[in-house]
Structures are given as structure tokens and as C-alpha cells.
């Protein structure tokens, strides 16, 4: 674990710099033993790594750090609590997933193929981020890594279910982005009334159902 002031009123806690579970859990865990702590303003977990603003009249960078050794010191021995489940229906293909040729085309394999190995894998929710609820999901095949649009598109629809080189995610937004898109869920991913309002958390498990309206 490294420790180092990012800005005046925030630090950046590494636990190297590559994606792997056992530094998925120790964000968790540092994530989770933070939240709700006076002064702490945000939390902004990644792969490997933790951003944490805090308020500068309530902490210093010291006490913050501090606070993190001993958290992660406590938590050393901790496993995460495990994660839910959850099914995504995804209709693959045609205008729900113009670039499913495309990615059938660099991988190799039929469009039925790419479809039943996305759907047959485990996901895993690394975090949250990028704009509103976006789910950085590992777990994609290896055989599937696609590279990204060489220029992103300026709008992708709501629900698009995406490959961006060796990662999988859902748009829950509509937005700019350079993703592949082969499917869309019509579920929704982000609703702003709901109790919390993203549907998808840190250390979930996705798992992504073909619906019979696919084409490819």
C-alpha cells in the first residue's frame, strides 16, 4: 500500500498497478471502513486505488493517512462481505449492437459465438465511475478483448452493453463514448428516485441473460 497527497485536501492510496482481485478487495475494504467518517468528503475507488477527499478544515493529510493505516491494519485479516448477484437481460445485436460484427471480425468467431461466450461468463463489479453509475466489470473472456473505436461516438444509447479492450460495461446513461456496443438492457441501471439510486455496487456479480429479440 502506498500513501501520497494527490491535491491540498486529498490523498491517493495504491495498492499497486494492476488489476486483481486480491487489490479489489483491499479497496473494498479501505472503502468500506471509511464511509461515513466526519470529515471525509468522497471516495472515489478505482482498480487499484483509492482517491479520498476530505474537508481541510476538519483533517489534516496526516490524520487521514492515519486513519488509513489503521483501518487497513484492523481489516488485514477481513474478507469482503460477498456481493449479490444480479441477471441482466440483454438483447444482442442488430441496432442494440452495431459493433457485434466488429468484434466477431477481431476475435474470430461468429456473432453467435462472441454472444455465447459474453453471456457465459462471471462478471464482477470493480467499481463505479466514469459518469453516473457506470460499471467497470472484469471478467470478460480474454478471447473477447476488442480495442475501442478509434473516435467515440457522440451518443450511445441508454442500456448499451459495451467491450472497451479487455473490460465489459453498461452505459446506464446516455452519453458520449468510445466502447463497442453489442446489446442493450432495457433494465434500468441508474434511477434517481430509488433507495440507493444505481442499481450495480462495488463487488457485485453480473451476470448478462440473451433476450429472444437478439439479432446477429
Not at 31 to 46: C, D, F, K, V, W
Not at 115 to 138: I, K, Q, R
Not at 179 to 184: A, E, P
Amino acid at each position: 500500500m502506498t500513501i501520497r497527497p494527490a491535491s491540498d485536501r486529498s490523498l491517493l492510496i495504491s495498492f499497486g498497478d494492476e488489476i486483481s482481485l486480491e487489490a479489489h478487495y483491499q479497496v473494498r475494504l479501505l472503502t468500506q471502513s471509511l464511509e461515513g467518517l466526519r470529515g471525509i468528503l468522497n471516495l472515489h475507488p478505482a482498480y487499484a486505488s483509492v482517491l479520498i477527499d476530505f474537508d481541510p478544515r476538519l483533517r489534516t493529510h496526516a490524520e487521514v493517512e492515519s486513519f488509513v493505516r489503521q483501518r487497513m491494519e484492523s481489516a488485514i485479516h477481513t474478507t469482503p462481505a460477498p456481493g449479490r448477484t444480479v441477471e441482466i437481460p440483454v438483447c444482442y445485436g442488430g441496432d442494440f449492437g452495431p459493433d457485434l460484427p466488429d468484434v466477431a471480425r477481431h476475435t474470430g468467431f461468429t456473432p453467435v459465438r462472441v454472444v455465447e461466450l459474453h453471456a457465459a461468463a462471471d462478471y464482477l463489479v470493480y467499481f463505479v465511475g466514469f459518469s453516473t453509475c457506470f460499471p467497470y466489470l472484469g471478467g470478460l473472456p480474454p478471447e473477447l478483448a476488442t480495442p475501442r473505436l478509434s473516435a467515440p461516438r457522440k451518443h450511445v444509447p441508454v442500456g448499451s452493453v459495451a467491450i472497451g479492450g479487455g473490460q465489459a460495461g453498461i452505459y446506464p446513461l446516455a452519453s458520449p463514448g468510445g466502447w463497442r456496443l453489442i446489446g442493450r438492457t432495457s433494465l434500468r441501471l441508474f434511477d434517481p428516485e430509488g433507495s440507493p439510486p444505481p442499481l450495480l455496487r462495488m463487488g457485485d456479480h453480473v451476470r448478462f441473460i440473451p433476450t429472444p429479440e437478439s439479432r446477429w
